[in-house]
């Protein structure tokens, strides 16, 4: 099959591999810049359900290095962490807007927040599907593409009519320990696989709430068991970057069309997970008793302004990509 392409859409395209490694190093201060801002929306996704860090990769062209990064930081520790540093750097700033500003936002204007990421995400989208532009979509691919729109809405069905309530972070025992160290894990997972949230797998099993609650000095104080959670589920996304990572990247080695299909559903699925989710039902609930018309067309022109925004984005970054 004859490929027309214009646009880089390999791994060797968009991060360069020499002598078996890739090239990790920044062109300059803007690209530095773009690393931080992955960073942000890293950070950000485990606060807003449906924002994804790797979405936000690939529409920068570091989906591939990242992964590198966090697969051989061990062998190559000095290579990948300075790669990693803006990007680290910037999820804390994520973690701790998210935490202080856009969660206060959202706990005023629910559906206007949430609808101005989702617009971010939509707007980006082409910027995903880019990676199988020229591909030939068979039956196959395109099963593996109505799959991955369907893992996310699942998980976040699940999580709105299995979830059995919040759970509590007091008087843990042993095997609660490990479950924090898989909730790490699959944490993890969701910060490399574009599509999964963060937000609905912790709602799913009720910690997502107490977690973002225990995020208090006065709590710590009368409950510093819970500097124990916090480490195992460090621990545990730890171990997953280290290994999805490696695993991700022998993906998209071997079957790269295949996998991107598949992304491209998980995308496109987070985005209707955004309105499709506990926080979100109760929302709508709370509509039922007093309908705010007003948030409502607030959501609408700012998912449209969140929409023209991204896609400007991702239309100058084809254009200096080339």
Avoid at 100 to 110: E, F, K, S
Wanted: aromatic share 12%; net charge positive.
């Amino acid at each position: 099959m004859q490929d027309n392409r214009t646009e880089p859409n390999t791994a060797e395209e968009q991060a360069p591999v020499q002598d078996g490694e890739m090239s990790l190093a920044y062109a300059d201060k803007k690209e530095v810049a773009k690393g931080g801002v992955l960073g942000l929306f890293i950070g950000l996704a485990i606060i807003v359900p449906g924002v994804s860090g790797s979405a936000v990769a690939i529409i920068f062209r570091l989906y591939e290095k990242l992964l590198y990064a966090f697969g051989n930081i061990i062998k190559q520790f000095k290579k990948c962490i300075r790669f990693l540093v803006p990007i680290l750097i910037g999820a804390v700033i994520g973690l701790i807007v998210g935490f202080l500003g856009v969660q206060a936002l959202i706990n005023i204007i629910p559906f206007a927040i949430v609808a101005l990421f989702a617009g971010l995400m939509l707007g980006a989208f082409p910027a995903v599907t880019d990676q199988i532009k020229g591909e030939k979509i068979t039956v196959p691919r395109a099963a593996l593409f109505l799959i991955g729109l369907a893992v996310p809405i699942a998980f976040s069905a699940i999580s709105c009519n299995i979830a059995t309530g919040d759970a509590v972070l007091e008087n843990a025992q042993w095997y609660h320990y490990i479950l924090f160290l898989v909730l790490g894990y699959v944490v993890a997972i969701t910060q490399l696989v574009p599509g999964l949230s963060a937000t609905a797998i912790l709602m799913m099993f009720g910690y997502f709430t107490p977690l973002v609650n225990s995020i208090s000095i006065t709590y710590w104080g009368t409950n510093p068991s819970v500097f124990i959670i916090y480490a195992c589920l460090a621990v545990g996304f730890i171990a997953g970057l280290l290994t999805v990572s490696k695993g991700m990247s022998k993906l998209l080695e071997k079957r790269r069309a295949p996998t991107f299909f598949t992304v491209a559903g998980m995308s496109l699925g987070s985005i209707i997970t955004m309105f499709y989710n506990t926080d979100m039902l109760g929302v709508y609930s709370g509509w039922g008793v007093g309908f705010m018309w007003w948030e409502l067309v607030l959501g609408i022109v700012l998912f449209i302004g969140g929409v023209a925004a991204a896609y400007f984005f991702v239309r100058y970054e084809r254009k200096h990509s080339k």
